[in-house]
Nanobody, 127 residues
């Protein structure tokens, strides 16, 4: 059974950092495209970042480019999202998700492309 255990969320002040983790069990994470999405109250779920398994290509939403970094540790079967210089507008529930499709620049951020999802972890940026 495919499962994710997400962790690392919490309350942080503006300008602070957090690292989200997505530990996979029941499957090999490296075989899939991995992505992070987020959803704020009253808003649609949006793609934050994505990493291809085949060539390591990465994508980021314009709003987080230069501040967030996606990575994976195959030995630990875990994906990460390092978030620096956090802003109040980054406040949301964050989800990891996997797909067995190649993530093209024009399609990686469509939630419908991802088959398996984590349970979410809350990130709150506030002073």
């Amino acid at each position: 059974q495919l499962q994710f255990v997400e962790s690392g969320g919490g309350l942080v002040q503006p300008g602070g950092s957090l690292r989200l983790s997505c530990a996979a069990t029941g499957f090999t994470l490296n075989y899939y495209t991995i992505a992070w999405f987020r959803q704020a109250p009253g808003k649609e779920r949006e793609g934050v970042s994505c990493m291809s398994t085949s060539d390591g290509a990465t994508y980021y939403a314009d709003s987080v480019q230069g501040r967030f970094t996606i990575s994976r540790d195959n030995a630990k079967n875990t994906a990460y999202l390092q978030m620096n210089n956090l802003k109040p507008e980054d406040t949301a529930e964050y989800y990891c998700a996997v797909a067995n499709l190649y993530p093209y620049k024009s399609t990686w951020y469509y939630a419908r492309n991802y088959k398996y999802w984590g349970q979410g972890t809350q990130v709150t940026v506030s002073s």
